[in-house]
């Protein structure tokens, strides 16, 4: 069984900063890529980041490109997202999703089989 447990939200500013970590526990060696999505008040949960475990490779949605920095470390299997220039737009519950296999659409929430409880970030104007 694996966990994802997510930490490090909290409320900020506009423009201030936060880092958000994900830990993964458990059988970890079958991981093949970790993202982070968000999911504000009424709305669908959207794709942020995603990075490969072994490679390192990355992908942002555009709304976060130049603001947010996924990374990970796998000595400690955890997975980070920095956020940068936050905007009151960025408020929503982020979660942290695993994927153990190669191919699907890394944007996609179908593609992930694993997921954190989430936690919570919001931005004030």
């Known amino acids: 069984q694996v966990q994802l447990v997510e930490s490090g939200g909290g409320l900020v500013q506009t423009g201030g900063s936060l880092r958000l970590s994900c830990a993964v526990s458990?059988?970890?060696?079958?991981?093949?890529?970790m993202a982070w999505f968000r999911q504000a008040p009424g709305k669908e949960r959207d794709f942020v980041a995603r990075?490969?475990?072994?490679?390192?490779?990355?992908n942002y949605a555009d709304s976060v490109k130049g603001r947010f920095t996924i990374s990970r470390d796998n000595a400690k299997n955890t997975v980070y997202l920095q956020m940068n220039s936050l905007k009151p737009e960025d408020t929503a519950v982020y979660y942290c999703a695993r994927k153990t296999y190669v191919g699907g659409n890394l944007s996609e929430m179908r593609s992930y089989n694993g997921w954190g409880q989430g936690t919570q970030v919001t931005v004030s104007s």
């Open positions: 990075i490969t475990w072994s490679g390192g490779n990355t």
């Open positions: 458990g059988r970890t060696f079958s991981t093949y890529s």
